[in-house]
């Protein structure tokens, strides 16, 4: 099993930064892509950000607002999500994910799952 697990939510202010990590483990698997999204209580999932393996392309939701930044290693099956002057409204749950095959990157439909970390923006 592919296991997914994200570290690095916490309760800041509004302005403040955040660095979320995740890793993917398990046996050799397939990677074409791993990403964040995040949904808040009575919203939908959202995508956030996430990182093509193949050649490194990153992309962005609208809602990351030029704030958000994606990185990773995927030797090491491992991404970050640098978020820069949080809001309010970035609060939510945020889960990394793989996807497997693509070739859609923009889509919840990724494969393996974490539990995801919480973060809250206090005003």
């Known amino acids: 099993q592919v296991q997914v697990v994200e570290s690095g939510g916490g309760l800041v202010q509004a302005g403040d930064s955040l660095r979320l990590s995740c890793t993917a483990s398990?046996?050799?698997?397939?990677?074409?892509?791993m990403g964040w999204f995040r949904q808040a209580p009575g919203k939908e999932r959202e995508f956030v950000a996430a990182?093509?393996?193949?050649?490194?392309?990153?992309y962005y939701g609208d809602l990351t607002e030029g704030r958000f930044t994606i990185s990773g290693d995927g030797a090491k099956n491992t991404v970050d999500l640098q978020m820069d002057n949080l809001k309010p409204e970035d609060t939510a749950v945020y889960l990394c994910?793989?996807?497997?095959?693509?070739?859609?990157?923009?889509?919840?439909?990724?494969?393996?799952w974490g539990q995801g970390t919480q973060v809250t923006v206090s005003s």
């Open positions: 398990g046996r050799a698997f397939t990677r074409y892509a």
């Open positions: 990182i093509r393996w193949n050649d490194g392309a990153a």
């Open positions: 994910a793989v996807e497997k095959y693509g070739p859609v990157i923009i889509t919840t439909l990724y494969d393996y």
